[in-house]
């Protein structure tokens, strides 16, 4: 069974910067791709970033393009996500979340308990 652990939220001013880490259990495969999604306080949901195991391939949301960055240390089974440049709109609970088949942007097999993001003037 895969578990996820994420962390690394917290409160910063715009313009600062957050690391997030997700620790995986169980066996990873290189087809596999982790990352993060994110809930506003509106309750939308948005796509912010993966990365595939094998190959370190990533995508990220258009919201975020430029200012995140997201890698992997396999032999931890971690991925962490460095958020730069941070702005309200990033005002989220971000979840690491694992998808076995497909694209990050459209499913996801396995999620974290999540980490709160928020980000003030």
């Known amino acids: 069974q895969i578990q996820l652990v994420d962390s690394g939220g917290g409160s910063v001013q715009a313009g600062g910067s957050l690391r997030l880490s997700c620790a995986a259990s169980?066996?990873?495969?290189?087809?596999?791709?982790l990352g993060w999604r994110r809930r506003d306080p509106d309750n939308e949901r948005d796509f912010v970033a993966e990365?595939?195991?094998?190959?370190?391939?990533?995508d990220y949301g258009d919201s975020v393009k430029g200012r995140f960055t997201i890698s992997r240390e396999r032999a931890k089974n971690t991925v962490y996500l460095q958020m730069n440049n941070l702005k309200p709109e990033d005002t989220a609970i971000y979840y690491c979340v694992l998808s076995k088949f497909g694209p990050l942007r459209t499913e996801y097999n396995y999620w974290g308990q999540g980490t709160q993001v928020t980000v003030s003037l």
């Open positions: 169980g066996r990873m495969y290189d087809h596999y791709r």
């Open positions: 990365i595939t195991w094998g190959d370190g391939t990533t």
